[in-house]
């Protein structure tokens, strides 16, 4: 059941609001960085080797295995619209978690990878496959963020799913041994910053 456990968190059909986050995506679209299919992939695999793998991916690991990081990964989301999406969705988790009879949820504010790691360990998933359902959820939502904002058809997405899809488990593993955290993309922080203002936007961050 561990396996079906981790589909259920891994799926878009989860109630916690991923889709209307597009973590600064939009804002690429906007500012004219991201405008087709190519620049659209260079776009998310650089948030996903800057950001993600050396910041989100360890820190779930580390949260799996239950040290105590969820202020830390609070503290790296440079602006507000990262930080409120991230406690939204760590909200909601947790919301649904208690529906589903977990107990002793944390209180406070919980980022999602605290939420989803909880769930991990309640369900006994194995944890490098929980963490590699975690990275391809974050790369689908990513897509089809472009897919609803560009003009890009869904085979291109697909296309930019298998391209990208092939480096999450070497994420996971390098994730497993990371010693020092990182976080280095300036572009993103400045454009996430901007959609906070931004006049016409489809998605929240």
Known sequence: M??????????????????????GLE???????VR????????????????????????LWKLMHGEPVN?????????????AETLQMGHSLCR??????????PDGEVAFPTAFAIAVRHWNIEPRAALVAYLWSWLENQVMAAVKALPLGQ??????????????????DRASSVDELRNFAPGLAMLSARHETQYSRLFRS
């Open 71 to 83: 202020e830390l990964f609070l503290a790296s989301r440079e602006t507000a619209e990262l930080r």
């Open 2 to 23: 561990s396996l079906a456990r981790l589909l259920q968190l891994a799926s878009p059909a989860l109630p916690v609001g991923a889709y209307s986050y597009s973590q």
């Open 27 to 33: 804002a690429a679209i906007e500012a004219g960085i």
């Open 155 to 172: 085979t291109a997405g697909q296309r930019i799913l298998l391209a990208l899809g092939n480096d999450l488990e070497r994420i996971a």
């Open 36 to 59: 087709d299919a190519a620049s659209a992939e260079q776009w998310i695999a650089d948030v996903l080797e800057f950001s993600v793998a050396p910041m989100e991916a360890p820190i």
């Open 96 to 105: 649904l978690l208690a529906q589903l009879e977990l107990k002793d949820l």
